[in-house]
């Protein structure tokens, strides 16, 4: 086994789920709030939110605060 294959299967297994794959996207325009990315992908913010979630443990997007709200973007390369 290569020793980066466990490095990339879980991002991969990310964006291989339509809503996260379409929410990753969207961050290519800029960094959005949870309530306009759920807006764009048609789920509900909670739902949102959870793919988020799993988009920022994978490296692949990170987020910002600014007062109450949380913004999104996509992490830059390394």
């Known amino acids: 086994m290569d020793r980066f294959e466990p490095n990339i299967a879980f991002p991969a297994s990310l964006?291989?789920?339509p809503n996260s794959a379409r929410i990753l996207m969207a961050l290519c325009g800029g960094e959005q709030r949870v309530g306009s990315l759920?807006?764009?992908?048609?789920?509900?913010?909670?739902?949102?939110?959870?793919?988020?979630?799993r988009l920022v443990s994978g490296g692949l997007v990170c987020a910002g605060s600014d007062g109450r709200h949380r913004y999104y973007r996509r992490?830059?390369?390394?």
């Open 15 to 17: 964006i291989g789920e």
């Open 38 to 53: 759920a807006q764009i992908v048609s789920a509900s913010p909670q739902a949102a939110s959870n793919h988020l979630a």
């Open 75 to 78: 992490r830059a390369r390394r």
